[in-house]
């Protein structure tokens, strides 16, 4: 478990998701959810130990928010 996260910009993290639409863009903290199904391209950003650690990835949403 990450117990040395620190917020950063007024949150413990964010996340940058583009739909595969090309047209939807999501920026999150952890507590919000992915608005629609289908497949993602994502940043996340969080700082740990005074470091700003961004990590890049696709995934696929199968179940949008309620």
């Given at each position: ?52 650690v961004t990590s ?6 199968t179940a949008g928010?309620?």
């Open positions: 478990p990450a117990t040395n996260l620190q917020p950063y910009l007024g949150a413990m993290g964010h996340l940058i998701l583009i739909h595969e639409d090309g047209v939807t863009l999501v920026h999150s903290h952890p507590d919000e959810r992915i608005p629609d199904v289908g497949n993602y391209r994502g940043w996340a950003q969080f700082q740990r130990d005074g470091k700003v890049a990835f696709v995934m696929s949403a928010a309620e």
